[in-house]
């Protein structure tokens, strides 16, 4: 028995031992979720009535709460809700229902987790109890939700963007329930609506859904008094139309007088306009679809779940699943100088994604459109921004699974492998054309929309949007050099970054095509410079200056 004792004994000191070693390599976060700025842009009194108008320019995402007399209603909140919480405890509020304009596809929603912890009832339009899995009341067209003894939610059915699509009226139950707000979700934008083309798995086609939103349109969006405010869901950047406004809100009567959606008098040629040139449906979406339908996991499991790995773990992780994608949100020049070998640039941008700089973009939406929902992923952050890029992958639906711990420093200081880029910078036209004419097998990739491109570009430059670059990287010559830009050097980065993990030798041009135009533009196809352009290298140049200082 003795013997056995002090087998047993061993075998707990090296279990014990190997606990703390597997801790040690892998531990998980030990803060808690963080509040990540609001977005809180405007707080809009009507007749009374508080609107608190939250937006995300990363994601070109909107969210709101309506509120009267300590009672509130939360329109297409985000996944992250601890913002909205917090507002809520400080204005002493009492949330009474979460209004969803339809099923999202571009992002997350909060809805599941704020009815879990409030208690809040979840509104969406007809058809969704059925293909949700979770308690919901449906709402059918000039259904009433009751807010205080003046003001109440009035829901009319508007489906285009999707069957169960519906917009919400803030109306004055005393002045004869007039309409003062509408927050329009994806059916009316600012200078644009929704995109006809994401319910196909419905058995409904894109043609389909445009004749529904033309009538949505004409026959309750058009028809509402010119003085309501629209509020919608998305504004410029985002997927889920084309040539949104950068404007966060207007009004009925102005958009009727100049969103080009508006003016058509027939249905054939709106259809027409509506499905032809819509933006690249990101892979991601129908992966927050099947998220939304059951209710996303809180955002506290996500963090909870994410371990963070020590640099030579990492490494022995990497070499053993190759299928693992690497994301480094470090800024382009920080990922330019060093970066883990196969990492892929997505530069995470302003604390929260709240602004977007002139040398930023929508990060989350880039990862949903380049990356595969499905795949492992491991984040590579600066110190102390670990837990923020986990969150806001997850409102995308993306589980980080591994955290770098320590960051690149890190990773440096243990020795192994780096890789660097040059980035090519354009200061004269010489540089740009002494690129090209020293060697035939450099070839000028631009990566910008097809817009952007035909409005100006560098001669002879080849055209190849970001959107579809997962899908042809591998038609490009392997024994070509490629040097990427767009308009201010963020998406020729993920571009440049893209093409090296499969083997091409690429870079991109520091300040993009601002840059060329300003320094080049006798390089250019029209030779001139766009005002706007000068101002994005201003931008640029102040930025570089206070890196160095």
């Not at 009538?215 to 309750?220: A, G, P, T, Y």
């Not at 470090?330 to 330019?336: D, G, W």
């Not at 959107?467 to 020729?492: A, E, I, P, W």
Request: aromatic share 8%.
């Amino acid at each position: 028995r003795g013997r056995v004792d002090i087998h047993l004994s061993a075998m707990r000191l090296l279990v014990s031992s190997a606990f703390r070693a597997l801790s040690t390599s892998c531990r998980r976060f030990s803060q808690q979720v963080q509040v990540l700025q609001s977005g809180l842009k405007a707080v809009e009194s009507l007749e009374g009535a508080k609107i608190r108008l939250y937006y995300l320019q990363c994601m070109a995402q909107a969210s709101y709460m309506v509120h009267h007399e300590r009672n509130a209603f939360l329109v297409d909140p985000r996944r992250d809700i601890e913002a909205y919480l917090q507002d809520l405890t400080d204005e002493q509020l009492t949330l009474k229902g979460i209004l969803l304009t339809h099923i999202h596809a571009d992002f997350v929603s909060g809805h599941k987790e704020l009815r879990d912890r409030t208690g809040a009832t979840v509104y969406l339009g007809p058809g969704t109890r059925n293909r949700c899995q979770f308690p919901l009341t449906e709402l059918y067209d000039d259904m009433m939700i009751d807010m205080s003894d003046k003001f109440a939610i009035r829901a009319i059915h508007t489906p285009g963007h999707t069957p169960e699509s519906m917009t919400f009226l803030l109306v004055n139950k005393i002045n004869q329930k007039k309409p003062l707000a509408a927050f329009t979700g994806d059916t009316l934008f600012i200078g644009s609506v929704g995109r006809p083309d994401l319910v196909g798995s419905l058995g409904v086609s894109a043609t389909q859904m445009a004749e529904l939103m033309y009538d949505s349109l004409e026959q309750k969006i058009k028809t509402l008094p010119d003085d309501v405010v629209v509020y919608p869901a998305h504004g410029a950047g985002s997927p889920c139309g084309k040539n949104l406004s950068d404007d966060l809100w207007s009004s009925i009567g102005n958009e009727k007088l100049t969103n080009p959606a508006l003016q058509f008098k027939a249905v054939e040629p709106f259809v027409k306009y509506l499905t032809e040139e819509q933006p690249l449906t990101p892979q991601y979406f129908s992966y927050d679809v099947a998220l939304n339908l059951t209710g996303a996991p809180s955002v506290a499991e996500i963090v909870e779940q994410c371990r963070k790995t020590k640099p030579s773990e990492l490494r022995t992780i990497l070499k053993s699943d190759k299928t693992i994608c690497v994301i480094d949100t470090r800024s382009a020049e920080q990922y330019s100088s060093s970066h883990v070998p196969g990492s892929l640039s997505f530069a995470m941008g302003s604390e929260g994604g709240v602004t977007v700089e002139a040398w930023e973009g929508n990060f989350a939406i880039w990862v949903g459109t380049l990356v595969s929902p499905t795949r492992r992923v491991a984040v590579i952050t600066n110190r102390g921004q670990e837990a923020e890029a986990v969150q806001r992958l997850a409102r995308i639906g993306y589980k980080s699974e591994i955290v770098l711990e320590g960051g690149m420093e890190a990773w440096e200081e243990e020795g192994l492998p780096t890789e660097k880029t040059d980035r090519v910078e354009v200061k004269s036209e010489d540089q740009l054309m002494a690129l090209v004419e020293d060697d035939d097998d450099v070839v000028i990739l631009d990566v910008r929309t097809e817009s952007e491109y035909a409005s100006n570009h560098v001669t002879g430059a080849l055209n190849l949007p970001l959107s579809f670059l997962m899908q042809t990287r591998h038609d490009l010559n392997k024994t070509k050099r490629y040097v990427t830009y767009c308009r201010s050097g963020y998406r020729s980065s993920i571009a440049a970054s893209v093409l090296r993990n499969i083997g091409l030798d690429s870079t991109d041009v520091y300040g993009g095509f601002a840059a060329i135009s300003v320094y080049a533009p006798q390089c250019t196809v029209t030779g001139e410079v766009c005002p706007t352009m000068r101002k994005t290298v201003e931008e640029l140049e102040k930025r570089a200056e206070k890196i160095a200082a």
